[in-house]
């Protein structure tokens, strides 16, 4: 097993914590907007203003999960966290895509 110093430790922390901010804050993002726009979609709005009122409200949301993830305790509760919502996210997504048999 490789031994890491204190430095290079707090380093691959940071390095992980700024992949889960960009990346997994970006996918979770993604996949809130594609179920935010198939929902007000599915309530009733017209599907052109259903994908600019979520993509609209994207902004808001990928930095609200992006100050979520820096605030968490370490990178791995960061990760863990974005992985927990975003799996029920995509559920969601699955259920509400239009020709979805469920």
């Known amino acids: 097993m490789i031994s890491l110093s204190p430095s290079a430790r707090r380093r691959w922390s940071v390095l992980s914590r700024i992949l889960a901010v960009t990346l ?5 993002t993604s996949l809130v907007t594609v ?12 599907r052109v203003e259903a994908v600019t009122a979520a993509t609209l ?9 992006a100050m979520m993830s820096f605030h968490a305790r370490s990178a ?11 799996v029920p996210t995509g559920l969601i997504v699955l259920l509400l895509m239009p020709g979805m048999k469920g």
């Open 24 to 28: 997994g804050a970006y996918a979770l």
């Open 35 to 46: 179920a935010l726009s198939l929902l007000l979609a599915r309530i009733g709005m017209d």
């Open 57 to 65: 409200a994207s902004f808001a949301i990928f930095a609200l999960i």
């Open 76 to 86: 791995a509760r960061a990760w863990a966290w974005l992985l927990s919502v975003s």
